[in-house]
Structures are given as structure tokens and as C-alpha cells.
T-cell receptor
Framework: KNQVEQSPQSLIILEGKNCTLQ??????????LRWYKQDTGRGPVSLTI?????NTKSNGRYTATLDADTKQSSLHITASQLSDSASYIC??????????????FGKGTKLSVKP | NAGVTQTPKFQVLKTGQSMTLQCAQD?????MYWYRQDPGMGLRLIYY???????DKGEVPNGYNVSRLNKREFSLRLESAAPSQTSVYFC????????????FGSGTRLTVV
């Protein structure tokens, strides 16, 4: 079964601290993995996208890693800010024909950054 | 600002009523999607349109219909709303192959009473 599992479900950290969010997937055939940030009441916004051959990608203070062998990804947030409070969603795309409509979404990790 | 625009942002319906959720994108994207997001669950695909003139069912299409009016617009219709359709609905679009990620609208929060 194609699934994307994220951990932890929720996380509270202090401003300025680092944190790492995890994503494990059992999606086949694999095309790419994306991390999205979703602020409360808003739509998801893309942070990174990685294909099979990429094992790390950064976007400012956000760094995503991908281990395609173990089917694991992580999102590391450095020097957290209050504005990082959001849900972070891991999404895996299947390579299935035109790859249209073949995104598998995780349930997200809700991150709260406290002052 | 360029992006995906959804209307309305909020809606309350009575069971059995009908309504259409509107979505428009101005990025010249070929593919458009409708998702629903429920508490404790990942986004689930309702319908998608790979290109103008085509539509296909996603994971949870029952109770919904869609229309790809033109390249910009993709609407979602609830013919007879049910409480189980209470959810937040997101429209998204993407360019060829989805290489640059999906762009999502800000969502429509629908409550069916």
C-alpha cells in the first residue's frame, strides 16, 4: 500500500532552536519527494522537491534530506523563528504514466515555536 | 499576485443543498486539482484535470462533480451536500510534469449542517 508516515505528530520547540522532522514512505514507483509548509488557514506552500538522485536540498533555513534506499526523508529547520510555526507536510509523487494526480500526502507534523 | 484563487473562502450549507466551488489560476498551468483536507488526515484527491478538456476521478470522488471550464478555471460542484462533506477544500495547479511543485489556493472551509 502506498503510504507516507510522518513523525512526530506534533512538536514544540523554543525560538532559536533547531529541529528535525521525519518522513518514511512506502510509495512505488517513486518519482520525487516534496516538503510543504502549511500555515493555519492557508494552503500548503512548497519548500523543497527532490528526485531519486538528490539526497539533500536547502531552502534558506530549511534543509531536506532523502535516502531513497531506506525510503526516508527528513526536514531540518535551523535557528527556528516564531513564523516557522505551521504544519509541515511530506508528499511523495508516484512515477505512474504522466504522474498526474499521483501525490501521496503525509498527515503532517504540527510545529509550534515558542518565544 | 500570481497564483491560485479560490472562492468562496467560507460557506455553510444545509444538507441537500448544492453549491459550486470556484478555482482559477493565472500561471498558464495545464493541470489542476481539487483536494479535501480533514483533521488527522492527509490531503486527499477528489478530481483532477491533466489538461483542458479532460477530467479524472481521484481517491474520493463520490458526491462531487467537476468542470474544466477553460485552461484557467476548474470548478467543483456538490449536487446534494452531506455532513460528511464538511471539510477544507483546496484547489491546486502545476506545470508540465509537476517539476516545480504544486501551487495551492488558500482553501474553502465548508460546513454542512
Amino acid at each position: 500500500k502506498n503510504q507516507v508516515e510522518q513523525s512526530p505528530q506534533s512538536l514544540i520547540i523554543l525560538e532559536g532552536k533547531n529541529c528535525t522532522l521525519q518522513c518514511n514512505y512506502t510509495v512505488s514507483p517513486f518519482s520525487n519527494l516534496r516538503w510543504y509548509k502549511q500555515d493555519t488557514g492557508r494552503g500548503p506552500v512548497s519548500l523543497t522537491i527532490m528526485t531519486f538522485s538528490e539526497n539533500t536540498k536547502s531552502n534558506g533555513r530549511y534543509t531536506a534530506t532523502l535516502d531513497a534506499d531506506t525510503k526516508q526523508s527528513s526536514l531540518h529547520i535551523t535557528a527556528s523563528q516564531l513564523s516557522d510555526s505551521a504544519s509541515y507536510i511530506c508528499v511523495v509523487s508516484r512515477n505512474y504514466g504522466g504522474s498526474q494526480g499521483n501525490l501521496i500526502f503525509g498527515k503532517g507534523t504540527k510545529l509550534s515555536v515558542k518565544p | 499576485n500570481a497564483g491560485v484563487t479560490q472562492t468562496p473562502k467560507f460557506q455553510v450549507l444545509k444538507t441537500g443543498q448544492s453549491m459550486t466551488l470556484q478555482c482559477a489560476q493565472d500561471m498558464n498551468h495545464n493541470s489542476m486539482y481539487w483536494y479535501r483536507q480533514d483533521p488527522g488526515m492527509g490531503l486527499r484527491l477528489i478530481y483532477y484535470s491533466a489538461s483542458e478538456g479532460t477530467t479524472d476521478k481521484g481517491e474520493v470522488p463520490n458526491g462531487y462533480n467537476v468542470s474544466r471550464l477553460n485552461k484557467r478555471e476548474f470548478s467543483l460542484r456538490l449536487e446534494s451536500a452531506a455532513p460528511s462533506q464538511t471539510s477544507v477544500y483546496f484547489c491546486a495547479s502545476t506545470g508540465p510534469g509537476g517539476a516545480y511543485g504544486y501551487t495551492f489556493g488558500s482553501g474553502t472551509r465548508l460546513t454542512v449542517v
